[in-house]
């Protein structure tokens, strides 16, 4: 298999269910920007975090991949079948497990935090703002054209990333800066 297909070449590009569209279409734009948190979160695990936070990091990566899936499928043509597509209420609980978890060792915020710290603090804060750009982006498709569990897992993803950066910078023993 060829990764250039030159079906894309006069600006469209296909949904799973035949459909081609513009690549400025809202819903292309969408998932687009959850590829680009996707890749951002990569550049976090090359910087280097610690076991558990790389693990949920991964596991975060993986069901980016299907939310992706999920908004390039419109007419759940694909996302009905595939299991790996799925991304529900509890993968959105676990987040918040996660959450909490991780705020369990860190002191309770009383100011904004300037976004930065180590390298990889930093580089999850900056995942953190794509991944609410992302959700912007999900929202402008409409409450009827995304499953409301897909928006509740962008909205707390975001919360995770903050709460993991913050984590990450503590355990480097890199002090927050606040506001």
């Not at 595939?82 to 918040?96: I, T």
């Not at 904004?112 to 390298?119: A, C, K, Q, T, V």
């Not at 900056?126 to 909205?155: F, H, K, M, P, Q």
Request: glycine fraction near 10%.
């Amino acid at each position: 298999m060829k990764i250039y297909t030159r079906t894309g070449d006069a600006g469209e590009t296909g949904l799973f269910d035949g459909r081609r569209v513009s690549k400025a279409d809202l819903r292309v734009d969408a998932y687009g920007e959850i590829d680009e948190l996707n890749a951002a979160i990569g550049v976090v695990l090359a910087a280097g975090v610690g076991p558990d936070i790389a693990a949920m990091l991964e596991k975060v990566e993986r069901e980016l991949f299907a939310v992706g899936g999920r908004l390039a499928d419109p007419s759940h043509r694909v996302a009905e079948r595939v299991q790996k597509m799925s991304v529900g209420g509890s993968d959105v609980l676990r987040l918040e497990q996660w959450i909490d978890q991780l705020e369990a060792e860190l002191p309770p915020i009383r100011r904004f935090i300037l976004p930065g710290g180590s390298p990889a603090g930093a580089a999850l804060h900056l995942a953190r703002t794509i991944c609410r750009r992302a959700e912007r982006r999900v929202v402008a498709l409409g409450a009827d054209e995304v499953d409301s569990d897909l928006l509740a897992y962008v909205n707390r993803l975001s919360d995770f990333l903050f709460v993991a950066a913050r984590a990450v910078n503590r355990r480097a023993g890199v002090p927050e800066l606040e506001w």
